[in-house]
T-cell receptor
Framework: DGGITQSPKYLFRKEGQNVTLSCEQNLNHDAMYWYRQDPGQGLRLIYYSQIVNDFQKGDIAEGYSVSREKKESFPLTVTSAQKNPTAFYLCASTEDREYNYGYTFGSGTRLTVV | AQSVTQLDSHVSVSEGTPVLLRCNYSSSYSPSLFWYVQHPNKGLQLLLK??????LVKGINGFEAEFKKSETSFHLTKPSAHMSDAAEYFCVVSDTGFQKLVFGTGTRLLVSP
């Protein structure tokens, strides 16, 4: 079955470390997204990519970086510059650039700073 | 800029009673509107979507929503709640001009026996 796979499900980061969250989709979708979810704040957009080798900053891009070298992959790196990285991270994709079909979401990665 | 306001952070119902989750939106363009559901520590699942066709939209699991342009609302309803409906629900707006989704802060639905 087609879908989005996020790994790992749980991730622990020490202070000052960079960590990378994986997002892979086999839906042949062009556009991919990373959202951060904090309690009571809904989802906030970190980065998005509409095509390979191109990506745009979202509302809260500081302290994060991404790459889009392949259509099916959109990894997110949480750098040491992100001062409060503990959150639930969701990856999503869509086939329709008009966004009328909605997004398909992965099952998320919970990142905790220890 | 587009925005979404979910009017209740928590809604509690008894099993078998109706569900109403309220959502108001603000959009400069003709919007697309969605409701998503999220169970604990899971990703989001699309319940239903409005894309300028019929104003009453039917979704999965017996949910439906009505687009009311005059009230800028897109409330989610279900005639009879089930225990499995307990989850967090997000109202979402998409403007084609902005090419991204904007999420409300969520409504947690609690269902008691």
């Amino acid at each position: 079955d087609g879908g989005i796979t996020q790994s790992p499900k749980y991730l622990f980061r020490k202070e000052g470390q960079n960590v990378t969250l994986s997002c892979e989709q086999n839906l042949n979708h062009d556009a991919m997204y990373w959202y951060r979810q904090d309690p009571g704040q809904g989802l906030r957009l970190i980065y998005y990519s509409q095509i390979v080798n191109d990506f745009q900053k979202g509302d809260i891009a500081e302290g994060y970086s991404v790459s889009r070298e392949k259509k099916e992959s959109f990894p997110l790196t949480v750098t040491s510059a992100q001062k409060n990285p503990t959150a639930f991270y969701l990856c999503a994709s869509t086939e329709d650039r008009e966004y009328n079909y909605g997004y398909t979401f992965g099952s998320g990665t919970r990142l905790t700073v220890v | 800029a587009q925005s979404v306001t979910q009017l209740d952070s928590h809604v509690s119902v008894s099993e078998g009673t109706p569900v109403l989750l309220r959502c108001n939106y603000s959009s400069s363009y003709s919007p697309s509107l969605f409701w998503y559901v999220q169970h604990p520590n899971k990703g989001l699942q699309l319940l239903l979507k409005y894309t300028s066709a019929a104003t009453l939209v039917k979704g999965i699991n017996g949910f439906e929503a009505e687009f009311k342009k005059s009230e800028t609302s897109f409330h989610l309803t279900k005639p009879s709640a089930h225990m499995s409906d307990a989850a967090e629900y997000f109202c979402v707006v998409s403007d084609t001009g902005f090419q991204k989704l904007v999420f409300g802060t969520g409504t947690r639905l609690l269902v008691s026996p």
